[in-house]
């Protein structure tokens, strides 16, 4: 299938800095790109959805301010978590799909500790 | 927006056993119910999916049923293996949003 990544696999930040996350998708063009928070052995909460050129869409009780998405290209998004808190610590994943088929494929993962 | 509940959150079988996972949706619009494993600390995969035109999909030892009417489907999996072993998230999708269930940890006893 598809290949996603994501960069940097894990990262460690004092409190109050801000994180950038990348997700790429290799060896497709992702018309759409998602992004989920996920907590220890909790499901996959999807944070927000973004399409090539456009604005995210955010799902309620997301900060948009606080959680800022780019779509710059077909090939990369990027998520940075801005003034990041303790409790932004989790694990984040991208997914990506292209504009056919409907299944989307998962990144790694980025795993944020915040100090 | 779309609810998806699924249970058991924790199942253990004996290796040979079936698993049963069960999800239900509230959007009668979602058309599209994928089925990932993930294992600790990796990526959810995609182990199987069914679209609302079908009932039933089978895939070796894995099959998933979809009750349209009742809003709600099904992960079958039959002669469980050590390997099946990880959590298992259903998701209910219509378009460009995917809502996933509170998955189901899945212990294959040997």
């Known amino acids: 299938g598809a290949v996603v990544s994501q960069h940097p696999s894990w990262v460690i930040c004092k409190s109050g800095t801000s994180v950038k996350i990348e997700c790429r998708s290799l060896d497709f063009q992702a018309t759409t790109m998602f992004w989920y928070r996920q907590f220890p052995k909790q499901s996959l909460m999807l944070m927000a959805t973004?399409?090539?050129?456009?604005?995210?869409?955010?799902e309620q009780g997301v900060e948009k301010d606080k959680f800022l998405i780019n779509h710059a290209s077909l090939t990369l998004s990027t998520l940075t978590v801005t003034s990041a808190h303790p409790e932004d610590s989790s694990f984040y994943i991208c997914?990506?799909?292209?504009?056919?088929?409907?299944?989307?494929?998962f990144g790694p993962g980025t795993r944020l500790t915040v100090l | 927006g779309e609810n998806v509940e699924q249970h058991p959150s924790t199942l253990s079988v004996q290796e040979g056993d079936s698993a049963v996972i069960k999800c239900t949706y509230s959007d009668s619009a979602s058309n599209y119910f994928p089925w990932y494993k993930q294992e600790l600390g990796k990526r959810p995969q995609l182990i199987i999916d069914?679209?609302?035109?079908?009932g039933e999909k089978k895939d070796q030892r894995i099959a998933v049923t979809l009750n349209k009417t009742a809003k709600h489907f099904s992960l079958h999996i039959t002669e469980t293996q050590p390997e099946d072993s990880a959590v298992y998230f259903c998701a209910a999708s219509k378009g460009n949003q995917f809502y996933f269930g509170t998955g189901t940890s899945l212990t294959v006893i040997p």
């Open positions: 069914i679209r609302s035109n079908v």
């Open positions: 973004s399409n090539e050129g456009s604005k995210a869409t955010y």
């Open positions: 997914s990506a799909r292209s504009g056919g088929p409907v299944e989307q494929f």
